[in-house]
């Protein structure tokens, strides 16, 4: 675990999933990226490389059943103490009785060889895993014609940042302690 921009994350991931949709040639989705404002510059403290993981999983689900539309992902602040993500696309969805074994391991769409079907049917599994490594939780919003939404949540940690590490070790080498309107300063 380390400290990362969250901006930085998502920077990322847009511009490689940006330059698949072209490989892939998937000219009739929109893939749209959804960070409000106010957490454009935050700083995450968590698994960058697995939080990656997780969403270039379920944005490769995402991709392979959805032919137009929009992909949509991203962060929301859902004002408690996890950081909240998302993917959502306008898919063909997944059935009802499906459903309650998308996270098993080797769980493909019934039917046919296709594009669709050329997964190993670990996607989803993966990602279930690594959220819950992070101690996390993750979530599925049937729309079944109309796509899926995946979100997910892992606990906000704190981090001990480079200014803490300088300013403990400068203490513990030399401390002058100033008294400045009260207060103690170490310098």
Request: glycine letters at 8%; charged letters at 25%; hydrophobic letters at 35%.
């Amino acid at each position: 675990e380390k400290e990362f921009s969250i901006n930085e994350l998502f920077d990322d991931l847009y511009v490689k999933f940006l330059k698949d949709k072209n490989r892939l040639e998937k000219h009739s989705i929109a893939l749209l990226l959804n960070i409000p404002f106010q957490m454009k510059s935050m700083i995450i403290h968590s698994d960058q490389v697995r939080l990656k993981q997780i969403f270039t999983n379920l944005l490769q689900n995402a991709f392979r059943f959805t032919e137009k539309g929009i992909i949509e992902f991203g962060c929301f602040d859902n004002g408690s103490d996890a950081y909240s993500f998302f993917v959502k696309d306008s898919g063909c969805g997944i059935d009802e009785k499906e459903q309650k074994y998308i996270f098993n391991t080797f769980i493909k769409r019934p039917g046919p060889p296709s594009e669709k079907n050329r997964g190993l049917g670990l996607g989803l599994a993966v990602a279930k895993g690594l959220v819950e490594l992070l101690e996390g939780e993750i979530h599925f919003k049937p729309n079944e014609g109309r796509g899926s939404l995946f979100s997910f949540n892992i606990p906000k940690r704190l981090g001990i940042s480079s200014s803490k590490v300088s300013l403990q070790h400068m203490k513990s080498n030399q401390e002058k302690n100033v008294k400045i309107l009260g207060r103690d300063l170490a310098i």
